[in-house]
Each structure stands twice: as C-alpha cells, then as structure tokens.
C-alpha cells in the first residue's frame, strides 16, 4: 500500500481516538451513574442540595461541609430542573468531568506536545479513578475541571516563556479566572494553585515584566476570594486533629498510592501472604510505577515543572493526612499531565519510535523507547485487571458503590406497617427513603423534592435521646433498625439506644445484606470507624406489649 495512504489512515486514526475515548468515558459514567448506590458523601450532601440558596450559604458558611460553595450552588440550580434522582442528581459532574478531558488535552499539548495531549487524554478517560468518582454527586469532577483550566492557563504561560514571547493577558486572565474557581471548589485548592503559581514563577527567569504579571494575577485571586477567606481559615482551625505517626502517614501515602494507580479497583489486601489482596493487579502497577519514575527522572529536566506540583500535592496531603481516595481528584489532573509527559517527551538522542500513534515521536535512545514500552505495556495489565475486577464487582478497594441500600429499603417499605419508625445511621438509607417517597408525587419537580426532603428528615439516627423521646410517647409498635459502618461515637450512640429499647422492645427478626471480608482489616487500619462484618444489617424490633398480643 502507497506510504502516503498509510500515513493518512493513521493520521485519520489518530484524530478518531480522542472522541471515541471520550465517547466511551462518558456512555460508562452515565449507566454508572444509574447503576450504583448514591453513597455516604453524595447522600449527605444532597441535603444541602435542595435548601434554598440563603440557607444553603448559610449552612456552608457555618461548615456544615467541610468546602466551598461553587459546586453546591452548581448543583442546588441543576436539581431544581432535573430532580434528585441519581442519574439526574450525578449527571451535571459527568458533563463537569468531559469538560476537564477537553481543557486536560489542552493543557498536556500546551506542557508538552501534541503526544503527550493524546496519552493523556486516554489515561484521564480510562483511569479507574475517574471512572467512579467522575460521576460522583460531589466536587470532585468540578475540582477536576477546574485543575485542568489551571494547568492549561499556566502551559499557555510556560511555553510563552519558554519560546521567548510575552504570555498574553488573556492567559494570565485564564489563570485567575481558573484559581479563583478551584478555591471556590475545594479547600485543598491553594496548595494546588499555590504550587501552579510557584512552577511560573521558577519558568520566569528573573523576567521582572513576567514576575510583576504573575504577583498582580495572585492579587486578583487573593481579591476573588476575599469573600470567603474568613470560612477558609475557620475551617482550618477546626481541621481534626488527627494523632500521627509513622503508621498514619504509611497509611495515607498507601490510601493516595492506590486511589492515583486503581481508584477503587484493586484491593490492596493485607500486606500478607495469606491476604495478598488483588495481586494480579498490584504485579504489573509496580513495575509499571518503577519504570515510570526511571522515565520522569531521565527527562527530570522537562518535567520539573509538573513533577513539582504533582509530587507537591501528594506530599501535602500527606503530611497533613487530609489526602484520601476522592480528594485525589483535587490532583489528578496533574499527575496524568506527568506520566504522560514522561511517555511523549523526546529524549536527547537515538532513533525514532513511534508507538501506536500515542507514543514517541521523535529521537529517543533505545533505552528510553524500552522503557516506555514496557511501562505502556504493564499499565495496559494493570488496568485490564481492574476491569475483570469491576464485572466481577470483587476485590475492590472500596465497595460503597455496591452497597444495597435502595433493595433494603425498598424491603423495609414493603413490610412497614403506618406507624413503624425506620431508625438509621447512615445517609444512604435516608436518601433513599427520600427517593422512594417521591417517586410516588406525580406533580412537579418542586413537589417530588419537598416530598423526597420530608422523608429524608424522617428518619432518625439512634441515640439515647431518641429512645426515652420514643418511649415519652406511644411508643411504635415497631422499629426498624438499619445498621452500618460507623465512626466510633456513632457506634456508642447506637449500642446506647438498643440497650435503652431492650426492656421494651423484642428483635424478631435481623437480615444480613453484603458480606465485607476485609472487614477485620478494615478495623485495624482505620481503627476511627467501625466496620461490621456485613456492610448492611437490618433488625426489626417489636415492642413486647403489641407481640404479646
């Protein structure tokens, strides 16, 4: 076949790639979005959601959520249209989340090139990470877009710099526009845009016209978010103080290590050989992880600007052991933006290697072109085995999204008689009691929310205050009692309301839903939290008078 009729038919190839993953991405976000359980966060958040706006400032104000208002108010305006359902309620952040794959391209190609655009493209899009937490009713996808406008701005900024010209107001303009955003979304912002802002300044070259640009862009944000400084530093204040240790950073390195490798889709396991977790899994991200620092450290000189920030924000979180699993969203943008420039980058000398229209282009020494290979290669391994795991739906390292609160509910609602109490700690269950109430009103979106708010506020945590407020007045013939994983105070506020109702109330029947193996581990790594050995357990207590009878 005529070399020219192949170089078009990959170049066709090559720009039919970005839309297909794109396309993909999203057809898996929104039948996710549908499929799994509205978990704890989302469903305590969605509270808020449907306040009016005053209160909702007001509530966020006085921290009722640990951040900011940007994605609330976002939310609050698009549940008033579409309603509270999941897809619905979750659909915004997918929208949120193809929006940051678009402005990340941008960003890669200004960073690095055009190579480097498309793996980062297919990484971001792929990532297991992002493929959960992308449709996530929360900040997250909106976080994500919004570190993605920033390092597009600052690669605008860069590469000005770099090729000799004066970077246009219009990108200093985006990259406050784009900070200012990022603060309003999330309150681990300023150290990524305190890092971004750093990286320029060390590009700048003791450039006084650069430098004076970037101190009037930092003012300008400062200025923007003024408004809420005071929150910010409230909320700082009464940041938990955690005890640390050794132990507890090992563990908050390790939670940040899995959640930037796998997202939620590889049990790390016990450290054991008789608990290896999803080994076939962790095998080849460890090599792939290996080979990848030894690519970002040949090519430290190129990277130093992004290795910065992201390496920046993993020690950050950290040190401050804010950083789990979802707040990884805060920069992930960043780290994809590194390993694809260690993939694309060109090294200093060598042949030519292309890689299936992703890879090198351009001289690279044999080493390099192996190196690249063999990590593209194990990455493709690592993420092949978190796909097994996801049809599976086994091994993952976090299982809130297959929790089956809507089926027990919906059980509890088919045996509950009008004057049984539905008591539980955990937000999905009020959410979902919401839901089930509201998708009888045949009215208005207005009215299914009001309907889905009084249901929601119905249901009890259990407390010793709640059982003698139960036993002042007639008392229910019956209580259904939902019990989950919880953090110790709650688990103490429930053993005090069971034993408050056991002179009066019988259990007479208790059902195990979703077994949780790891549940042990679980206790000994987080020992804060609680985790029984079923994820969900349902117990009907019959008042003794009304079984007497």
Sequence with gaps: MDSNVLSHLRSLLVRCVAPCVIVASGAFLFQGAGRYTVFDDEAFSSRRYVLPTDELIDALRHRVEPDPPLYYLAVHAWIRIWGIEPLAMRSLSILFFVAGLLALRSAAHAWFGPAA????????????????????????????????????????????????????????????????????????????????????????????????????????????????????????????????????????????????????????????????????????????????GLLVLQRRRELAGMLF?????????????????????????????????????????????????????????????????????????????????LVRERDWSSVRWLDPFESAVADVASQRGPNDVIVATHPSVRYYCGLLHARHIEGPVSERIAAWRAAYDSIDAPSAALAEQLAARQPPPRIWLIETAAIGSDAEALASFVSRLAPTYLRVQETRLAPDPAAARKDRLDPRFVHPTHRIVVKRLDAIDATDE
Aim: net charge positive; proline share 5%; charged share 10%.
């Design 117 to 292: 655009a498309r793996w980062a493209l297919l990484l971001c899009a792929l990532h297991p990470l992002h493929l959960f937490f992308g449709f996530a009713a929360r900040w997250y996808a909106l976080m994500f877009l919004c570190s993605a406008l920033l390092l597009a701005a600052s690669g605008r900024i860069r590469r000005a710099l770099i090729t000799g010209t004066q970077p246009t107001a219009s990108a200093y303009l985006a990259w406050v526009i784009s900070a200012a955003m990022a603060l309003y979304t999330n309150y681990f912002a300023p150290c990524i845009v305190g890092l971004t802002w750093l990286a320029l300044w060390g590009r700048s070259g003791r450039d006084p016209k650069h430098r004076r640009s970037l101190i009037v862009a930092a003012a300008l944000v400062v200025l923007l978010y003024a408004p809420w400084l005071p929150t910010f530093w409230h909320e700082l204040a009464a940041f938990p103080r955690i005890e640390r240790s050794i132990g507890a950073y090992v563990v908050c390195a390790a939670r940040t290590a899995t959640a930037l490798a796998t997202g939620n889709l590889a049990d790390p396991g016990g450290l054991r050989l008789d608990d290896p977790g999803a080994w076939w899994v962790w095998l080849p991200a460890a090599g792939a992880a290996a080979l990848l």
């Design 309 to 389: 920030i992201a390496g920046g924000s993993f020690l950050a979180g950290v040190v401050t052991l804010s950083m789990i699993d979802k707040y990884v969203m805060t920069f992930s943008a960043a780290a994809v933006l590194l390993v694809a420039g260690a993939l694309a980058a060109k090294c200093p000398a060598g042949g030519a290697a292309t890689h299936a229209g992703f890879g090198v282009n351009g001289p690279v020494i044999p080493a390099g072109a192996w190196r690249c290979r063999s990590a593209m290669l194990l990455l493709a391994l690592t993420w092949i085995g978190c796909a097994a795991n």
